[in-house]
């Protein structure tokens, strides 16, 4: 099976535009989560999505919002970027529980605002 | 509200000697402990889960309710475990981890 995708891989964005993010699951997973990593905070989960619902969320702004799609593809988009929003974005699918504990995560896309 | 604490952010041992990778954490209920590795230009990924009590690739790890601690430990390392690895816990059937700050570990030949 193809692992995780996730696109763009990297992208350069001026402070006060937004952006989207997407992934693309392994086949026949429906959970996809999202990951902020950053050197300061590490990595922090942001949301998690299941059959085209937002399931869990994290401690993130308003700013940050997702989806997810019938064919379990999901985008993040972040609106109004800051600075501080510069870091690598991960994403990872899973099968869902009880069936599996374990989440697959892509390469991650790195987002640079300046 | 959870936490989970690497005390470590580097480490280094030698070849053949035991390795121990410390985590320990806080939760309110009962949580499900991970350790998740990333090697060199790799994508991030499970090593071990506390439920499955397996050992992988010589690596193994308890969790101690008592102590609130899920130390990673291996008896004899490996140049090839090299790596960043990372402690995590969710809340029972979540699928959202919580992740500590990790340990760079290198293994000297």
Known sequence: KAGVTQTPRYLIKTRGQQVTLSCSPISGHRSVSWYQQTPGQGLQFLFEYFSETQRNKGNFPGRFSGRQFSNSRSEMNVSTLELGDSALYLCASSPDRPTSYEQYFGPGTRLTVT | ?109
């Open chain 2, 1 to 109: 509200a959870q936490r989970v604490t690497q005390p470590e952010k580097l480490l280094s041992v030698f070849k053949g000697a035991p390795v121990e990778l410390k985590c320990n954490y806080s939760y309110s209920g009962s949580p499900e402990l991970f350790w998740y590795v990333q090697y060199s230009r790799q994508r991030l990924q499970l090593l071990l889960r506390h439920i499955s009590r397996e050992s992988i690739k010589g690596f193994t790890a308890d969790l101690n309710k008592g102590e609130t601690s899920f130390h990673l430990k291996k008896p004899f390392a490996q140049e090839e475990d090299s790596a960043m690895y990372y402690c995590a816990l969710s809340g029972t059937g979540a699928n959202n981890l919580f992740f500590g700050t990790g340990t760079r570990l290198t293994v000297i030949p």
